[in-house]
């Protein structure tokens, strides 16, 4: 089986979820407080000793039925592998905030100054549609925020590689107009409406989506 590295930076939830995770998956691994996401996957690429690893983000929750045992064929242990997760605010249910797979190397020498990491590792992208987890990203206020508005301005500027555009046009209405009775579901909604415009509006400035201290100032300027 391939290394299991659980990232986490400021999530509040984040050692309760590891440790769920180590009662399920005892040799998973903990990447920690690595300002950068684009760092916290290189510092993770550096303790795997597996030819390609999987990344648990902290804010998943794994379903019970997921246990890590994919083995890519030959030919695409180069590719990224991407597993759907359900958002608990709006039920959409696709790669935002799912389980990955990653290839060690390619990881390692990632391009980071992409805004989207996940899409900036490998030339080969392949979206699982098994969902892996339930992405709970909505545990407080801000977080909430900080989640939609970054996925918002990923989907507004229309930087994922692969993207349809009927098809995020509609992610973005949902994100944007769906959820407000679900926790903290008004700061979802805030944070997405934030995030589309942001990503209509500042295509050179994208990078800072991976900046959470500048996060924080423009939550807190809203």
């Not at 300002?35 to 000793?49: D, L, N, R, T």
């Not at 959820?179 to 589309?196: L, R, T």
Request: glycine content about 4%.
């Amino acid at each position: 089986m391939y290394d299991i590295i659980f990232i986490s930076y400021q999530e509040p939830n984040a050692e309760h979820r590891y440790s769920i995770l180590k009662q399920r998956f005892p040799y998973a691994k903990r990447i920690h407080s690595v300002k950068g996401i684009h760092q916290a996957h290189i510092e993770a690429a550096k303790i795997s000793v597996t030819d390609m690893f999987w990344v648990v983000d902290a804010d998943a929750i794994i379903v019970e039925d997921f246990d890590f045992s994919y083995i890519p064929k030959i030919e695409e242990q180069e590719w990224v592998h991407v597993w759907h997760s359900k958002n608990p605010v709006n039920d959409l249910t696709y790669g935002y905030g799912g389980v990955k797979l990653l290839p060690r190397q390619l990881t390692l020498d990632m391009d980071t100054s992409s805004s989207d990491m996940t899409t900036s590792i490998s030339k080969n992208l392949k979206i699982m549609e098994e969902v892996s987890n339930i992405t709970g990203f909505n545990v407080d206020e801000f977080s909430t925020w900080r989640s939609a508005f970054r996925e918002c301005v990923k989907l507004a500027s229309k930087t994922i590689k692969g993207q349809v555009d009927d098809e995020t046009n509609e992610r973005l209405r949902i994100w944007t107009t769906v959820g407000k009775d679900k926790p903290f579901g008004e700061y979802c909604i805030k944070g997405a409406i934030a995030g589309m415009e942001f990503g209509l509006s500042n295509s050179s400035n994208l990078y800072r989506i991976n900046d959470f201290d500048w996060l924080k100032v423009r939550f807190n300027s809203n």
